[in-house]
């Protein structure tokens, strides 16, 4: 049973983008209070944003590494110290389009004991957008998006930490995962919509941070099969997934992704030794399971 009044947490990770995170503060400043606390997690910035946020948010506690220590390491302090029931994870951004992000928290964890994490409905964009209706169902999904979601503390606290050496990318189907293995479960609540202001198609043309994040993703895909999936299915998983990239990307003229490809093959086997001492696969009938879930609700567009 939860108390009349559960302690909540925000938890923000930053990194040189002052301007980004001084804007999502501003969006949720009003629902801090007594039993909401906001938590920044400065990771060693060079652009002024500890300064800035003690100047304009005295009532925001700050954390800061001198030196950059990397965001899973972040958000890893971040969850394991706080004494609050649940901490919404965001950006620094994100931020949420909905006025009573709050109370959608705390009836939907009251009403769902076994949900361990709750997954936001995610807007990709810095434009405007009327229409929030909801053309989706709540349900329990695979895995979540890192930039805009809850946890119940209890949940978290039942599983490993991210693991760090990840760096970028798929610590959250880690997550999953090992939730999954608890018997928790991971319901996307497409009432509780948050806007990631990201331009994709910006992103997109950075031919450098498309090769990062490319490498970064299909990476640990593969490392999250070598530590979850049976040992039969791996062969197999891993095949099918860089056969798709070569007969999605490289044959059809991407040239782009042969580089980082290999490199993402390279960074598989120099993480072999870490694979195996994280090992913790599935069952038969857990991935059996596992595998009729619902695939996660990265993107969401409004009805024009």
């Known amino acids: 049973m939860l108390e009349k009044y559960p302690r909540i947490a925000i938890l923000i990770s930053t990194k040189n983008r002052c301007e980004d995170l001084l804007f999502t503060i501003g969006k949720i400043r009003h629902l801090i ?12 910035s060079s652009d002024d944003t500890s300064e800035k946020v003690k100047a304009q948010f005295p009532e925001v506690m700050l954390l800061k590494n001198k030196i950059s220590k990397g965001y899973i390491y972040c958000r890893n302090k971040m969850l394991n110290e706080t004494n609050a029931d649940f901490a919404i994870s965001l950006d620094d951004d994100a931020h949420f389009l909905i006025e009573n992000p ?16 709750m997954a936001a409905r995610i807007f990709w964009g810095k434009e405007k957008i009327r229409y929030t209706d909801i053309d989706e169902n709540q349900q329990v999904v695979k895995s979540y998006v890192g930039c805009g979601h809850v946890w119940r503390i209890d949940a978290w606290r039942d599983i490993p930490n991210y693991p760090e050496w990840f760096e970028f990318y798929g610590e959250e189907n880690f997550a999953s995962l090992q939730l999954f293995k608890k018997k928790w479960e991971v ?12 331009d994709m198609k910006e992103r997109a043309k950075s031919t450098k941070n498309s090769a990062f994040r490319y490498r970064r993703s299909i990476r640990a895909d593969w490392f999250n099969y070598f530590m979850f999936f049976p040992i039969s299915k791996i062969p197999r998983k891993l095949g099918y997934s860089i056969w798709m990239q070569c007969k999605n990307k490289i044959f059809k003229g991407n040239l782009k992704v042969v580089s ?3 490199l993402a093959i390279f ?7 870490k694979l195996i001492v994280n090992r913790n696969p599935l069952t038969s009938e857990e991935y059996d399971n596992y595998l009729k879930l619902n695939e996660a609700k990265i993107y969401w567009k409004p009805e024009k």
Request: aromatic residues 8%; charged residues 15%; proline residues 8%.
């Open 260 to 262: 980082p490809l290999l």
């Open 33 to 44: 209070n007594e039993n909401l606390s906001c938590v920044i997690f400065d990771d060693g």
């Open 187 to 198: 319901h996307y609540v497409p009432e509780l919509l948050v806007q990631h202001r990201v």
């Open 102 to 117: 709050i109370e959608i928290i705390k009836n939907h964890f009251q009403a769902n004991p076994n949900c361990g994490l």
């Open 267 to 273: 960074d598989l086997f120099t993480s072999i030794p």
